[in-house]
C-alpha cells in the first residue's frame, strides 16, 4: 500500500504532519484541562502552565503546516514502513479499538446506573467491535488487512462511536441543552415559523423551555444575561426544517453535520492516511461539545468545503459566505484568504488580480446576505444588536486565552487591551503569511486559532474547530504534491532578496519581537492601577441548607475618584473558573470615590452556591466598566442559619 504511494515512502513527512496535528490537539486539551481545573483562582501557576500547553499546542500545529524541503524527513529511513505498507491500517485498528471499547464502556455503566437501557445496549455492541478491531489489527494476512472495505469499516465505526457517545450526553449527561447558543437558535427558529422575527424577540423565555443551566448564560459586565439571538440569522434558519417536522433536540442536527464533516475529510484523505486521518476529531471536548450543546460544526461543514474547493473562486467564496452566516467571529479569515488568492495562480496585472480577489470577497458578501436579507430589512438594529454581539457585545471576559490573567485577577487589563493584542497578532501574521506564503501557504487554516486566544473572549470552541480545516488542507496538500511530482513542477521558490540581501531571514524574528514588545508596552499603558478592592466581613452563611455557601459580607473600597455601581460574581464551586453572578441583597447604592461599603450578596441559586470547603474568590467591577478586582482566596465554611 505504502510502497505504490511515492510521495509518503519518499519525503516521508505525512504522517509527521498529523502526528503534530494529534500533539498539538492534545497539549490544547490539557491547557483547557489545566485551566477548567485545579482551583485556576487560587493558584496562578496553573493559569501559566495552561497558557504554555496551549502556545506549546499552536505550535506544533503550526510546524505541521511549514513547508520546507530539510524539515521532517524522519520516514523517508523507515524502510520497514514503506515496505510493510499494512502498518497504518493495524495502528488505525488498534486506536479505533481502543476507542470503541472506552466508548462502549462509558455507554454500558452510565446507561446502567442511570436506568438508561438503551444507553447501556448500544454501549455492548461498541465493545464488541472494538475487540474485534484489536483482533484484526494482529492477525498476519496481508490480503486481508488490506481489503479495500477495511479503512471504510473503521470510518463507519468511528461513527457508530459519535453517535452512541452524543446520545448518552443527550439522554443521561445533559437531559436538556447545555448551553444558551443552541436553545436561542431553536427558540429562534420556532419564532420563525410563527412568521416572527427572532431578532426582536427576548430570548429568556428559550432558557427555561429548553432547561438551559442559570448559572452558565452568557453574561454581560452589569451582570445581566444574553437575551437576544447573538448569531447571524442563518444560525437558526438551518433548524427550521426540523422543528417544522418535530424535531425536539437540535443537537441531533448538530451531530448529523459532524458526520458530514467527518465524511468528507475522510473522503479526500489518502489511502494511506484514511485509517488515521480521523483521530484527532476525537479529542475529548470535541466529542463532550456536540452533545453538550455547542453548535460550531455548523460552520465548519460550509468551511471544510470552503478549503475542499479553494481553487474554485466562486464555490469557495459561497462557503465562506455561509461560514460567516453561522457564526460572524469567521471573518478572521479575510485578510489572510486575500493573500491567498493574490499569491495563488499566475501573477496578473494589477487590475486583473485586484478583480481576483473582489470576486471572491464579493460572492462571499452575497453568500452572507442572502439568508440574514429579510432580517436585515425587518429591523436593521435589532440585527446588528443581535448578530454581532460576540463582537462588539459588552461580556464578561471568559475563556481559556490570554484574557485569563485578567479574568482571576492576576492583572487588570481592560478590553481595549485584548484588542491591540488581537490587532497586533492579526498584523504580524499577514506579514509573515505574504513574506513567507511558499512556505506558510496552509497555515492559513490555524492562523484564526491562535488569533482568537488573544481574544478577549477565548472559549476552547473557538481553537478546537479549525483542526478539521487543517485536516481537510492536509489532504488536499498530499495531491498538489503528489501532482507536482508527476509533473516535475519545484514545490519551492528561490529565495527572494533585495540589493543582493536576503531579507526574509529577518522578517519573522524582527516581527515577533515586535509583536511582543508592543504588546507588553500597551499592557503597561493599560494596566489598570488598584483602584477596588474587596474583602470578606462577617461569617459565611448557607441560608437554604444545602451544605453550601449561598450567601456573604463583603465590604469594597473605592480608592479612584470616579464613582462605581459594583457587580458581584463568584469563581469556584460547580465550575472552577466560570463566573457565578451573585445578586446584592442590602446595596447602599453607588460607591463615591474614596468611600468604603458593605454589601451583602447571594447567589440566587442553588446551583451558584460555593459547596463547602471549596476554595473561592469574589470579584467585583463596575457596571460599565470590564476591568475586574478580586479578593483574596477563601475556603467556603458556611453557617448553617
Sequence with gaps: MLEKNRFLARDGDLLVRLALILVGVTLIYVGYAIWNSGEIHAHYEIAVLSMVSYILGFCALLLSTIRCRKFMRLLEKNRFLARDGDLLVRLGLIIVGAILIYVGYSALVDGRFSAHYEIAVLGI?????????????????????????????????????????TCKFIQITFTGYGTDAIAFNHYSAQLVLEGKNPYQYSMENAIEK???????????????????????????????????????????????????VMYIIFYKAPKSLKPLVLLPLFSPDILDYTGGGVTDFLWVLPAVLMVLYIDDIRKSGIFFGLACAFKPTIVVFAPFLLIWYWKTGPMLEFKKQFAKVAKFFSISAVAF??????????????????????????????????SSISQIGMIGLPKIFFTVCVILVTLTLMLNYWVYFDRLKYAIWIFPAIILWFSYRSLQSYFIYFVPLLLMSLCLWHDKMRRDEDTGKRSFRRTKTILGFNYRKFVAPASLVACISLMVVAGFALRSQERVSVELVGAMRDTENIGAMDALTVRVTNNGAATITPVFSIIGGMSSTYP????????????????????????????????????????????????????EPAVANPQKQ
Design 580 to 631: 457565578f453572578c451573585w445578586e446584592i441583597e442590602n446595596s447602599p447604592g453607588p460607591l463615591e470615590g474614596g468611600a468604603s461599603a458593605i454589601y451583602e450578596i447571594r447567589a440566587g441559586i442553588a446551583e451558584k452556591a460555593i459547596p463547602t470547603g471549596n476554595v473561592f474568590i469574589v470579584r467585583v467591577n463596575n457596571d460599565l466598566d470590564d476591568i475586574f478586582f478580586v479578593s
Design 369 to 402: 446576505l442572502i439568508p440574514n436579507l429579510p432580517f436585515l430589512l425587518g429591523d436593521f438594529s435589532a440585527w446588528c444588536q443581535g448578530a454581532l454581539a460576540p463582537i462588539f457585545g459588552k461580556m464578561i471576559p471568559f475563556g481559556s486565552g490570554l
Design 210 to 260: 429548553f432547561n438551559v443551566p442559570k448559572q452558565f448564560t452568557t453574561l454581560y459586565t452589569d451582570g445581566t444575561s444574553v437575551k437576544n439571538t447573538p448569531h447571524p440569522a442563518l444560525s437558526f434558519l438551518v433548524y427550521v426544517p426540523f422543528v417544522a417536522v418535530g424535531l425536539s433536540d437540535m443537537r441531533w442536527v448538530t451531530l448529523l453535520f459532524q458526520v458530514a
Design 125 to 165: 455492541p461498541l465493545c464488541i467491535l472494538g475487540f474485534c478491531s484489536l483482533v484484526l489489527s494482529a492477525i498476519n494476512c496481508r490480503k486481508f488487512i488490506k481489503f479495500k472495505y477495511i479503512r471504510h469499516l473503521i470510518f463507519l465505526m468511528l461513527v457508530f462511536c459519535v453517535v452512541v457517545w
